[in-house]
């Protein structure tokens, strides 16, 4: 497993990262920055006071001072503060040439108003020292700074920073063009009404476009092809011009129908494996190639071929097929987030590392999230996927550990 | 902080869930289901073989056997076995009526075959009993069984056993209209290329939308409006015309300008609590009302008024606004999945429970991932969100306890 992980890793930095340059919009949400995003001005940009009171000279020994003016978020007092004299000032608001501090308006009385109730003279009752409730220039962001590195996933924070500073455009990661195919002459569409015996509708090929479509990815939906290899030969070669990633799901077991593997090496393609100690997903295969499309210079293409299965199906995609998009799309991390859970019930291990379906339950603060199985976990059981939270990464048994107890804690993978 | 969420979760519990029949495509993605979804028929349909091998009757007593057919994925044979008789059979394959179990092909030997190669007589190794490496019909699902259940996001693995069953269409919770506005007369737009002294762009909103866009809900962007009473009185009762919730960020501390609180309760909203002990995000704001439009029956609406500062308009959005609309849009745990994290460096407590940004290393299988934190978590640093993986979920300082320690474990958020 572990050596199956390596080989897609470095599959991943073999293939080229694209770039382009792209509109700092909703949708560049979820996309990598290719370049570091450097601050155009300092933030704040001015002194800017944070809190609601006084702006003061600190240290001109005044108790009492004279109110001059004000400073509101959003609009300034341009004045020169002097000793003695203080400005009302806002949370936000620029603080005055002169002054040095400010004073929270809960540490001061009023002393004097006019007839409108407006304050003209206030007391300071302590002692304040310079650059208090004062953010300088520049204190959160210097100008030129990287504000967004190279390799950061742009979420929701990284779009606020990049609108705050009034950047417009920015240099990501292409993502991959990925394509799902399904394999079988047992496959009808989805929209088939009477489904006839001995025929299944083909659901891996839409759980696959949207499990991508759930990590941001809008694979093309390549459709299903029969067993039949030149039918595959056919359909794979016209996906491969458009593709950086294809997904195939069935033919890869030894049966006299999974040719899959043989269209792989007649394409030209190396076989990277063929089979990973792992459950579900034992017949899991990976192939590259350098392929040439019309007279270009050839790049460097992966298929991931993965069993038909519908839990082996989406379960490897959820173990390599993501990781490996991901690693194209420019993430740093491009596997899932690993917590530790605790076992509701004992678990049987098995000969082959095993991903199991399972869904949590929070008992507070204390305690590690329960892990509850889904259900039969036999591979053809698309039912064990429904509810799932995390995969549970079960290890293989050993002499005198053939089971994990209820209570025992495990890895699991955040889905 | 508990209170706050208590109220929320109640005033979410209060309004109207709506709900909505679409169809089964990838729009789909990230609902809820509003109903059970029910399955059409049994999984499998019929008795299907899970390995490559040799449909037999189990217990005729014969070694030898005569092949007298084949059953493929996608072909079936349609004779009826008899003792001594086998079908060749592949995974996936319809079990011939009279067999009682399949033999692996391991565990065969061919005796006979004609002058093409094809198998006319095999020899069974071992003992089988009935049954072997069949999947009875309805053994994973049976028809009528519920597939999804209600209140069951649907993602890709929800979206497979729809398609796998032809489930065409699900009624499924419709997601609340939520609008974001924000308020502040230092706002500028986004576009503004020389951005005058005293004013920000307006950041907030942008980032909000994001956020929310990101927790699959297409926010309205409902622009900024100054810190006027009227303006902004103006602005929300337009804005509660066409929303469910409304997201506002700024107005609400103890300024003169904090207008937000009145404006409220002048539209004859109720104010739920208009401080939370938390820190970012001391002036949290929430209120609600019915209100009536057009004539129509009143309707239960919600405005969750955030403070300005950008970090804690988005940490106050992820603790209160994500779980108020996942609530609403029908999620049985609209709140993030929560770890366990250690930290990286020693972290000072406060007066009040503290929401640290902070990203993950993953130090292998045996220990929680390690939290380090993204820089000055000063409430207006928006570049403290960037990077952000978890909210760790620091407790208020304790005497004797005003420390948490590097290597300490502390609960954490995943965003």
Same mark, same amino acid.
């Not at 109110?67 to 000793?83: C, E, F, H």
């Not at 504000?147 to 929701?156: F, M």
């Not at 991508?212 to 390549?222: H, L, M, P, T």
């Not at 394409?267 to 997903?281: A, D, E």
């Given at each position: =497993?572990?050596?199956?992980? &390596? ?7 073999? *293939? ?12 560049? /949400? ?22 609601? #009171? ?17 400073? /509101?978020?959003?609009?300034?007092? %341009? ?13 936000? #608001? ?9 004073? =929270? ?8 108003? %006019? ?22 220039? #520049? ?20 779009? #606020?920073?990049? %609108? ?6 920015? *240099? ?61 030969? &056919? !359909? /794979?070669?016209?996906?491969? !011009?458009?593709?950086?990633?294809? $997904? ?10 999974? %040719? ?15 089979? $990973? ?23 460097? !293409? ?29 993430? +740093? ?5 690993? *917590? ?53 990464? /079960? ?14 804690? +495990?890895?699991? =993978?955040?889905?």
């Amino acid at each position: =497993m572990e050596e199956a992980e &390596e080989i897609l890793t470095n599959l991943g930095k073999q *293939m080229c990262h694209k770039f382009e340059v792209v509109d700092v919009d909703l949708n560049l /949400l979820g996309k990598v920055a290719g370049e570091n995003a450097i601050s155009t001005e300092n933030m704040p940009r001015t002194r800017v006071s944070t809190k609601d #009171g006084y702006a003061v000279v600190a240290h001109d020994g005044a108790k009492i001072k004279a109110v001059i003016g004000v400073s /509101l978020a959003g609009s300034v007092y %341009n004045g020169v503060l002097q000793p003695g004299q203080c400005v009302r000032i806002s949370t936000g #608001g620029v603080v005055p040439e002169g002054a040095s501090a400010v004073v =929270m308006v809960e540490h001061t009385i009023c002393t004097k108003s %006019n007839d409108e109730g407006e304050e003209l003279e206030i007391q300071i009752k302590d002692h304040v020292s310079d650059g208090t409730n004062i953010r300088e220039p #520049g204190s959160e962001t210097r100008k030129g700074e990287t504000i967004v590195r190279t390799g950061t996933k742009i979420g929701s924070a990284e779009f #606020g920073i990049l %609108n705050a500073f009034g950047i417009k455009n920015i *240099m990501v990661y292409k993502r991959p063009i990925v394509t799902v195919i399904s394999t079988g002459n047992e496959l009808v569409n989805l929209d088939c009404e009477e489904v006839p015996v001995g025929m299944i509708r083909d659901s891996n090929g839409p759980q696959l476009v949207a499990l991508f479509k759930e990590y941001g990815i809008d694979a093309i939906a390549g459709g299903r092809v029969s067993d039949d290899f030149e039918c595959i030969k &056919e !359909k /794979l070669s016209q996906s491969l !011009k458009q593709s950086d990633v294809i $997904v195939t799901s069935g033919g890869v077991s030894m049966g006299e129908k999974d %040719n899959l593997k043989e269209v792989l090496l007649s394409l030209g393609m190396t076989i990277h494996f063929g089979r $990973v100690m792992m459950k579900p997903g034992l017949p899991c295969t990976v192939a590259s190639g350098q392929i040439q499309i019309d007279g270009a210079l050839p790049t460097l !293409k992966i298929v991931l071929a993965l069993p038909g299965n519908p839990a082996s199906a989406w379960v490897c995609s959820q173990l390599f097929a993501i990781p490996l998009v991901r690693t194209l799309s420019g993430y +740093v991390k491009p596997r899932h987030t690993q *917590m530790r859970v605790r076992l509701a019930e004992d678990i049987k291990l098995g000969d082959r590392p095993e991903y199991v379906r399972a869904y949590l339950e929070d008992l507070g603060n204390k305690q590690c999230p329960v892990a509850h199985i889904t259900g039969n976990q036999i591979s053809s059981n698309i039912g064990s996927l429904v509810g799932a939270e995390v995969l549970l990464m /079960l290890p293989v048994k050993l002499d005198g550990k053939e089971y994990m107890s209820k209570d025992e804690t +495990v890895k699991a =993978m955040v889905l």
